[in-house]
């Protein structure tokens, strides 16, 4: 630590500590609008779009209007596509699932229909960027109170678009969604993390050990640098 002073006082810079974490900001939801997703198959007979947005999981469990029911992922990848209302580069997407049912079966799994979901990011709808990917099982059990899924997408420029691409699946064709957010992410400081390299007053004292002096006796100091002799 004291060579670590000593060179900062040679280069008469000082040490700035911080740290920043990413928080959503739940405040600000960027998907507010049924019109903002796009689902590339999806069961018009089951299921609303407009059911994502209504904060209301528990009866989107329950009914056949307050879910998006994504089908055909047997055959082929199937996507939902949310349109942002402004460019992002960091986003928190917060999703629980209603529940995936085996193609052509009576009976319920209660995992994810795709072989993996890969959540990618797009400036322009075209050219897709995966960020994040997931196996089959997102909540290993159906149950009621059913908690969020959440992924942080983090990118190295801006995006408008997000998509969630289901791969296709020969044995599960169909995944239904409960609940669907998006926020953006924002960065607050909390501790010590990185060093800050600043420039001091050139005119500062320090001790052969780095550490300022402000009211030096006579001996051997650094000033702007420099060693001086008081």
């Known amino acids: 630590m004291k060579k670590i002073l000593l060179a900062f006082a040679l280069t008469g810079a000082v040490i700035n500590m911080q740290a920043q974490s990413m928080y959503a900001d739940t405040t600000n939801p960027l998907l507010t609008q049924a019109s903002q997703i796009e689902v590339s198959s999806l069961a018009t007979d089951e299921g609303s779009i407009a059911g994502l947005l209504d904060n209301d999981f528990e009866n989107n469990i329950q009914d056949d209007v307050n879910f998006v029911c994504v089908n055909n992922m047997k055959t082929s990848d199937q996507t939902l596509t949310i349109t942002l209302p402004s460019a992002q580069q960091n986003v928190q997407i917060q999703l629980r699932e209603r529940w995936a049912a085996k193609w052509l079966n009576p009976g319920w799994t209660y995992d994810w229909a795709p072989r993996e979901t890969k959540f990618q990011v797009s400036s322009d709808g075209n050219e897709w960027t995966t960020i994040e990917e997931k196996p089959v099982t997102f909540n290993t059990e159906f149950k009621k109170d059913g908690t969020f899924v959440t992924i942080d997408l983090k990118h190295t420029t801006t995006f408008s678009y997000i998509r969630l691409l289901f791969v296709q699946n020969p044995d599960k064709g169909v995944v239904q969604i409960g609940e669907l ?14 060093v800050i390299v600043e420039k001091t007053n050139n005119n500062a004292i320090y001790d052969l050990q780095g550490r300022r002096v402000e009211n030096p006796k006579h001996g051997i100091y650094i000033q702007a640098g420099k060693k001086v002799v008081l």
């Open 181 to 194: 957010k998006v926020f953006p992410l924002k960065a607050t400081t909390t501790g010590v993390d990185k």
